[in-house]
T-cell receptor
Framework: NAGVTQTPKFQVLKTGQSMTLQCAQD?????MYWYRQDPGMGLRLIYY???????DKGEVPNGYNVSRLNKREFSLRLESAAPSQTSVYFC??????????????FGDGTRLSIL | LAKTTQPISMDSYEGQEVNITCSHN???????ITWYQQFPSQGPRFIIQ???TKVTNEVASLFIPADRKSSTLSLPRVSLSDTAVYYC???????????FGKGTMLLVSP
């Protein structure tokens, strides 16, 4: 049982390149999330999907797009990468979007560097 | 969402009990308190959640006073493997999103 799987684990891009980060969960969860974490900072929510077919902006959505491909998969796309998007990206899922008694399960992150 | 304040860092030794306090003065009636743990190079992991009084599981205890303006995560007899960042979050019980602050970096030494 893998939980939340993110690919790739590491990536280096040049400014202006595009990139899609992949996330898949095998827990039959309805809600999925994308966060970024910068050095010495907490996680900031980029986008989330409360259920299949819906997506909503989080705290820092600019420069990103997302696709909830199906119930299992939620991808994050950088259309034109910028050095400010250098970060560690975490995908998470939870059974529903409720915060009580519905802990979020996180992947191990994608470390993205943009030169 | 209620803002939380917690110490930036704490130091402890193996075998000691560690208490990390989080302040959330503006907590709302429907808000729950949740703690996550994050090891280096890993995503956060849920530890414990509560609304009031005391909650205990196999990993930790969570103490919440009657006014709910603060909460304390208690880790009994810590080991080196408890070295991690601990996040206190406050969120609505309904459909909502989580806001992670900077957390508390706990360093456990031999």
């Amino acid at each position: 049982n893998a939980g939340v799987t993110q690919t790739p684990k590491f990536q280096v891009l040049k400014t202006g390149q595009s990139m899609t980060l992949q996330c898949a969960q095998d827990m039959n969860h309805n809600s999925m999330y994308w966060y970024r974490q910068d050095p010495g900072m907490g996680l900031r929510l980029i986008y989330y999907s409360a259920s299949e077919g819906t997506t909503d902006k989080g705290e820092v959505p600019n420069g990103y797009n997302v696709s909830r491909l199906n119930k299992r998969e939620f991808s994050l796309r950088l259309e034109s990468a910028a050095p400010s998007q250098t970060s560690v990206y975490f995908c998470a899922s939870s059974l529903t979007g409720r915060t009580f008694n519905q802990p979020q399960h996180f992947g191990d992150g994608t470390r993205l560097s943009i030169l | 969402l209620a803002k939380t304040t917690q110490p930036i860092s704490m130091d402890s030794y193996e075998g000691q009990e560690v208490n990390i306090t989080c302040s959330h003065n503006n907590i709302a009636t429907n808000d729950y308190i949740t703690w996550y743990q994050q090891f280096p190079s890993q995503g956060p992991r849920f530890i414990i959640q509560g609304y009031k009084t005391k909650v205990t599981n196999e990993v930790a205890s969570l103490f919440i006073p009657a006014d709910r303006k603060s909460s304390t995560l208690s880790l009994p007899r810590v080991s080196l493997s408890d070295t991690a960042v601990y996040y206190c979050l406050v969120g609505e019980s309904g459909y909502s999103t989580l806001t992670f602050g900077k957390g508390t970096m706990l360093l456990v030494s031999p």
